[in-house]
């Protein structure tokens, strides 16, 4: 049964670990973002309670000499605590949504739509990989995203104005 419980925690150690390189990728790849998105992660009242309750099992995995599942309680927060760092925009390399780096040879088109609750916000919506990808930027940069997407070879759709 130990030995259950040991490869257990290895299995999750490995999971959160990819986990948290996933994130380390987006956040080095966010450096480069020239057109920033006003989606941003918010932070939700889950991962506050997640983390916390993982620094809580650290202390009572800890406080009862149990080092098996401390590792993958480590990297898990660690994965909560970066994975509300992540920041969406475009770069010269192609767009960062969320964890998900899109180049711009697999953009299809893009498309962009007024929103109708905030007058100063222009919905960029990106489609690629059989997926619609979504940012929200500012208005002033309406132009500025239509000469990256020009020079980058990726279509228009319709632009809805």
């Not at 990728?25 to 989606?39: D, E």
């Not at 009242?45 to 800890?62: C, D, K, P, R, T």
């Not at 962009?112 to 690629?128: F, G, H, Q, T, Y």
Request: net charge positive; proline share 1%; hydrophobic share 55%.
């Amino acid at each position: 049964m130990a030995v259950w419980i040991a490869v257990l925690g290895f299995v999750l150690f490995l999971g959160f670990f990819v986990a948290v390189m996933v994130c380390i990728s987006a956040i080095k790849k966010q450096s480069g973002i020239r057109i920033a998105s006003r989606l941003h992660h918010k932070l939700n009242i889950s991962e506050v309670v997640y983390a916390n309750l993982g620094l809580i099992a650290l202390v009572v995995l800890l406080v009862f000499h149990y080092y098996v599942f401390v590792p993958a309680t480590l990297v898990f927060v660690l994965f909560i605590v970066l994975s509300t760092r992540i920041q969406s925009g475009i770069t010269d390399d192609g767009a960062v949504v969320g964890s998900a780096f899109i180049e711009w040879e697999f953009m299809k088109s893009y498309k962009l739509v007024n929103d109708p609750e905030d007058s100063n916000v222009i919905i960029l919506k990106i489609r690629a990989n059989r997926k619609q990808y979504v940012l929200v930027c500012d208005r002033k940069d309406r132009v500025a995203i239509h000469d990256i997407f020009q020079k980058n070879n990726v279509k228009a759709s319709e632009t809805v104005s």
